[in-house]
């Protein structure tokens, strides 16, 4: 199975300041004939379900507002929120589906400092 | 809207099997080229993909719960369930539905919109 490695495992950031979570897989999930990564983001909010941001690492969903961006390829990938809001204390977890089993990363919790 | 709810017993004993249904509305999984995937999370082990299945019958299975899982389809009443036999405490989860992001891949992608969830313990 790829194991998906999330760091860190929690980080306080201040209003309006850069959070960024790190995603890195036990081996690579890029597709070199289309150029793809087969990765994808999430938010979890408590007592939610997971939200899906991105796909193919970077593809932002429609509505997901854009302070939040996706970068990274082959094996290490990144997500930034460039602005931190109230409303994105939450947890964060990356996916690859590359490879089945598809798999997710551990989390990463974003709270308010 | 689409829109996906998990039902089902939220306490089942060791050792019985364990099933849940996810009707779907706002979509037609008989009209869909997409997979249908349970996942559950735990705070143990967090988020695990059991299984995908296709309005066709095709499933993906997670090798670590194969032996065990039974996913199918019925599109007549347009929802997807989900067995999982010989249970123990270690399948106590929240299980959740999810409709696969990619249509017509013909495998497991990323999974929106999800389901609320549904609590299951395994206790006696």
């Known amino acids: 199975d790829i194991v998906m490695t999330q760091s860190p495992d929690s980080l306080a950031v201040s209003l309006g300041e850069r959070a960024t979570i790190n995603c890195k897989s036990s081996?690579?999930?890029?597709?070199?004939?289309?150029?793809?990564?087969?990765l994808a983001w999430y938010q979890q909010k408590p007592g939610q379900p997971p939200k899906m941001l991105f796909y193919?690492?970077?593809t932002r969903k429609s509505g997901v507002p854009d302070r939040f961006s996706g970068s990274g390829s082959g094996t290490d990938f990144t997500l930034t929120i460039s602005s931190l809001q109230a409303e994105d204390v939450a947890v964060y977890y990356c996916?690859?589906?590359?490879?089945?089993?598809?798999?997710f990363g551990g989390g990463t919790k974003v709270e308010i400092k | 809207q689409l829109q996906l709810q998990e039902s089902g017993p939220g306490l089942v004993k060791p050792s019985e099997t364990l099933s849940l249904t996810c009707t779907v509305s706002?979509?037609?999984?008989?009209?869909?080229?997409?997979?249908w995937g349970w996942i559950r999370q735990t705070p143990r082990k967090g988020l695990e993909w059991i299984g995908s299945?296709?309005?066709?019958?095709?499933?993906y299975y997670n090798p670590s719960l194969k032996s065990r899982l039974t996913i199918s389809v019925d599109t007549s009443k347009n929802h997807f369930t989900l067995e999982l036999t010989s249970v123990t405490a270690a399948d106590t989860a929240v299980y959740y539905c999810?409709?696969?992001?990619?249509?017509?891949?013909?495998?497991?992608?990323?999974?929106?919109?999800w389901g609320q969830g549904t609590l299951v313990t395994v206790s006696s």
């Open positions: 999810a409709k696969d992001g990619l249509g017509g891949s013909g495998t497991t992608n990323w999974f929106d919109p």
């Open positions: 706002g979509d037609s999984l008989s009209s869909s080229s997409y997979y």
């Open positions: 299945i296709h309005s066709s019958g095709s499933t």
């Open positions: 081996q690579s999930v890029l597709y070199y004939s289309t150029n793809k990564n087969f």
């Open positions: 193919w690492a970077s």
């Open positions: 996916q690859q589906y590359y490879r089945t089993p598809v798999t």
